[in-house]
């Protein structure tokens, strides 16, 4: 029998009971008979792949990103994978970003054939910017900064690198709908810019759904045909390519959400300065600087902690569900033994990977709950 296996229903269990919950998905979609019904017209119409609320959905996004065009997809890691695609990235090429992500930044790059080249991270949780020349080689042909919580890296200095050495632009930027960097949307910086709508996202799906923006016509048909087989029309391959389509049925879900999604991200940005202001006494704890020319919409709230695992394992005996996001850096990862890291090689991500703490600041979460988080924090350091 396999040894590997569907390891997420035990771990759902283990934290759904807890009262202060990452999850929130039973109270956003308490209103899914509205859904249903929608999903009902669904099934009448039979149009369930690529069907006509993925053209609106796409169209939203549009709208609310500013971007030229919008390709929904199978999910935030395929619209990694497909931009990369897209602009040509494959073996023998090699991609900049940083050991301070989800598993997905990587697979995504790895999975073209290209090398992922870290650059290690900012205290602020970002890759450092002022590191990137530093690994420029004759093969590197992209970057892909990661917003780190829905934060976003320092664009700025980004575009200005990957725009002096001809490098291709890809965001990760898939915690960070709604958010912006000196008023424009992250997303919209970069050749193209991926979000997922995994459940747990901001804006999130019955399941796994992505999109990719993009400002270049051109691209965005490329993206277009890798998406699905790489049909022009029913009958015709341009090129061959992938199944990657955003199904009909969770663009319901999306639209129907979209309608909600300047409310939740006012609703975690007031929950984040809630916690940022009862935390500030804490010597234990330190709490990101905040710069006023970023707008950042807490996909996560992290801050970093002394004796971290302890305080962790306090918060879920009270009840909280206080999560790592994440132990362990990409550089160090049993999947990237090929790449040649070791411990010591990116001093600040692996000391984030040890002290990161992750509280729950979604939109479900009351202020009578996140006093008491915090007054749970100030006493196990008391």
């Known amino acids: 029998m396999s040894r590997i296996r569907n390891f997420l229903p035990q771990q759902y269990e283990q934290t759904g009971e ?71 990235i494959g073996p023998g090429d090699e991609v900049i970003t940083t050991p301070f992500t989800f598993f997905a930044t990587i697979g995504a790059i790895s999975t073209t054939g290209a090398r992922p080249v870290f650059v290690d991270a900012n205290w602020d949780y ?34 200005n690198f990957c725009q002096a050495h001809k ?66 029309n029913r009958n015709e391959a341009i090129i061959w390519a992938y ?21 939740i991200t006012t609703a975690r940005i007031a929950n984040a300065a809630l916690y940022d202001n009862l935390l500030a006494d804490v010597e234990e704890i330190d709490v990101p600087t905040r710069p006023n020319d970023i707008k950042q919409v807490y996909h996560l709230y992290v801050v970093r902690a002394q004796r971290r695992d ?14 790592v996001h994440y132990p362990i850096p990409m550089h160090l990862q049993p999947a990237s033994s090929e790449f040649g890291y070791k411990m010591g090689d990116f001093p600040v991500a692996e000391e984030l990977c040890r002290s990161v703490i992750s509280l729950p600041v979604h939109e479900f979460v009351s202020v009578d709950q996140i006093e008491f988080v915090a007054q749970e924090i100030k006493a196990f350091y008391a």
């Open 310 to 323: 302890e305080l962790q394992a306090y918060l879920i005996s009270k009840g909280v569900d206080a999560k």
């Open 18 to 88: 807890l009262p202060i919950n990452h999850n929130y998905l039973r109270q956003q979609f308490s209103d899914y008979p509205q859904i249903l019904e929608k999903i009902g017209d669904l099934v009448s119409r039979c149009d369930y792949t690529l069907g006509s609320e993925v053209d609106r959905f796409e169209s939203r996004i549009r709208d609310l990103t500013g971007s030229r065009n919008a390709i929904g997809v199978g999910s935030g890691t395929d619209a990694l994978f497909l931009s990369l695609k897209a602009l040509g």
């Open 243 to 263: 199944n990657s389509r955003l199904d009909t049925l969770q663009a319901i879900v999306a639209n129907h959400l979209l309608e909600k999604i300047d409310e």
């Open 126 to 159: 970002n890759i450092d910017a002022s590191k990137l020349a530093a690994v420029l080689t004759e093969k590197t042909k992209a970057v892909v900064p990661v917003h780190w919580g829905g934060f976003a890296c320092a664009m700025d200095e980004i575009t």
């Open 167 to 232: 490098l291709s632009l890809v965001e990760d930027a898939c915690h960070g709908i709604r958010a912006e960097f000196r008023g424009k949307a992250l997303g919209t910086f970069g050749d193209t810019g991926c979000f997922s709508m995994h459940p747990l996202k901001n804006l999130n799906v019955w399941g796994d759904g992505g999109y990719i923006v993009t400002d270049q016509d051109d691209l965005a048909d490329q993206l277009r045909l890798l998406r699905n087989h790489g049909l022009a």
